[in-house]
Nanobody, 127 residues
Framework: QVHLVGLGGDSVQAGGSLRLSCVVS????????MGWFRQALGREREVVAT???????TYADSVKGRFTISKDNDKNTLILQMNNLKPEDTGMYYC?????????????????????WGQGTQVTVSS
């Protein structure tokens, strides 16, 4: 059974940094598309960053140059390093894995996460 738990959300001031982690169990996640998504209050969920089986990361324009997605394969953990945070980064952050997407479709494809979206971790950035 696939299980993903996102951790590391907190309340910070603009310009600060946070490191989100997602412990993955029940799947050899290094072979799949992995991603971070976020949902602000009253808005639809949006993709933040994805990383494919070749460890190639792709980012939303709004976070390029500030966020970095990576994997720690030894710990089966997906990581999102977020620097220079802005109030518009506020939202519930979800990690996800999808085994049906091709590498070229990892970022823009239609995600059906293994095990669902999970509980998420809240990030709040104040100005």
């Amino acid at each position: 059974q696939v299980h993903l738990v996102g951790l590391g959300g907190d309340s910070v001031q603009a310009g600060g940094s946070l490191r989100l982690s997602c412990v993955v169990s029940g799947v050899t996640y290094s072979r799949y598309c992995m991603g971070w998504f976020r949902q602000a209050l009253g808005r639809e969920r949006e993709v933040v960053a994805t990383i494919d089986s070749d460890d190639y990361g792709t980012y939303a324009d709004s976070v390029k140059g500030r966020f970095t997605i990576s994997k720690d394969n030894d710990k089966n953990t997906l990581i999102l390093q977020m620097n220079n945070l802005k109030p518009e980064d506020t939202g519930m952050y979800y990690c996800a894995a999808d085994d049906a997407l091709e590498v070229y479709d990892c970022y823009a494809g239609s995600w059906s996460p293994l095990g669902g979206w999970g509980q998420g971790t809240q990030v709040t950035v104040s100005s």
